[in-house]
């Protein structure tokens, strides 16, 4: 970290993490570990239909570690996403409406308990929201 008037420097770049996932239209957000000193990078897993995690620590990246969903508001789309409260316990992910062949669905956001120590995640509940027909809807 003395390197580069104390920002650091590279020591390995272009290391692939996770070869063959999809990346492409994802949600990803990252929280820091309980300890405070790391990160919990979390990221969408649209075709297994988990949460894909990464522990990034100060010397190294941890993983990927894997989490099934038991239920999800489709936030594999390019409308979705997934971010944490200010206090890291919980992980919401969401998707903004739709309407299709006449019918409303979407707008759902979905609530998991996160741990911030050892990066579990359960389920807790989804909401439904109401369309907001004043903005862009689709």
């Not at 990803?28 to 990221?43: Q, Y």
């Not at 990927?64 to 200010?86: H, M």
């Not at 120590?117 to 359960?122: A, Y």
Request: proline share 1%; with cysteine; charged share 25%.
């Amino acid at each position: 970290m003395d390197s580069n008037q104390g920002k650091g420097k590279v020591i390995l770049k272009d290391k692939v993490l996770s070869d063959k996932q999809h990346y492409y239209n994802t949600a990803m957000t990252a929280v820091k570990h309980a300890n405070g000193k790391d990160w919990w990078l979390v990221k969408a897993d649209c075709f297994s239909h988990r949460l894909q995690e990464f522990l990034v620590r100060e010397d190294s990246i941890l993983g990927p570690f894997y989490q099934n969903i038991t239920d999800t508001g489709d936030f594999c789309n390019f409308l979705g996403t997934i971010r944490f409260n200010n206090s890291g316990t919980q992980l919401a992910s969401g998707i903004y409406g739709k309407t299709i062949n006449g019918l409303y669905v979407r707008n759902r956001v979905d609530l998991y308990d996160f741990d911030r120590c050892d990066g579990s995640i359960n389920y807790k509940q989804y909401y439904m929201t109401p369309m907001d027909t004043a903005s862009y809807w689709d």
